[in-house]
């Protein structure tokens, strides 16, 4: 099956400055992964995803690459704020759609902003 | 997101005991997924169920059983509950590959 890690798993970063998070996962299948973001207490929330066939896609502030060919993809957060900070979890799966085979989660990144 | 509800918020029950947690998802969504997250880690995934239908399973026990009814709505059942199936449990609604998150039911086993 799918293993997914994630680094690092806790990141501070000054307030206005970027943070990155990576992951790697293990089955060449994988074709969509999306980004949660966990604040503490709360439902996990999709703040971005990628398919397969796209290598970076962009919703303002924040960012997703990916690298097929060496199985990693990142997610980019730039001019952080103080509301960035949450834990953010990565995601994959080979899924062709509706959720068949489950997201395989990494371990989560607890981003912290400092002002 | 908003549309996933789940029920009840937090529950305790003690070892041995069952338990049957509730959700419904986003109007229009026919396809339900459950999850456990356990403190500190990401959701683990348990079922997925499209059209009343199984169509997806994690590596859970058989002690981890769901269904779903016509109106898309989806139970959760865990038997013989166990310490270690202390955890949030959480429901996703699914739209072709999207997958959003019902506010979860905290389930503690003491």
């Known amino acids: 099956g799918e293993n997914v890690e994630q680094h690092p798993s806790t990141l501070s970063v000054q307030e206005g400055d970027s943070a990155v998070i990576k992951c790697t996962y293990s089955?060449?299948?994988?074709?969509?992964f999306p980004w949660y973001k966990q604040e503490l207490g709360k439902r996990p929330q999709l703040i971005i995803d990628i398919r397969s066939n796209v290598g970076e896609k962009k919703d303002q502030r924040i960012a997703v690459t990916l690298n097929k060919t060496a199985k990693h993809f990142s997610l980019h957060i730039t001019e952080t704020q103080p509301e960035d900070s949450a834990v953010y979890f990565c995601?994959?799966?080979?899924?062709?759609?509706?959720?068949?085979?489950?997201?395989?989660f990494g371990k989560g990144t607890h981003l912290i902003i400092q002002p | 997101d908003a549309g996933v509800t789940q029920s009840p918020t937090h529950l305790i029950k003690t070892r041995g005991q069952h338990v049957t947690l509730r959700c419904s998802p986003i109007?229009?969504?026919?396809?339900v997924s459950w999850y456990q997250q356990v403190l500190g880690q990401g959701p683990q995934f348990i079922f997925q169920y499209y059209e009343k239908e199984e169509r997806g399973r994690g590596n859970f026990p058989d002690r981890f059983s769901a269904r779903q009814f016509p109106n898309y709505s989806s139970e959760l059942n865990v038997n013989a509950l166990l310490l270690g199936d202390s955890a949030l449990y959480l429901c996703?609604?699914?739209?072709?590959?999207?997958?959003?998150f019902g506010p979860g039911t905290r389930l503690t086993v003491l």
């Open positions: 089955d060449s299948a994988s074709n969509y």
């Open positions: 996703a609604s699914t739209s072709v590959f999207e997958q959003f």
């Open positions: 109007s229009g969504h026919k396809s």
């Open positions: 995601a994959a799966t080979p899924d062709s759609g509706g959720g068949a085979d489950g997201l395989t």
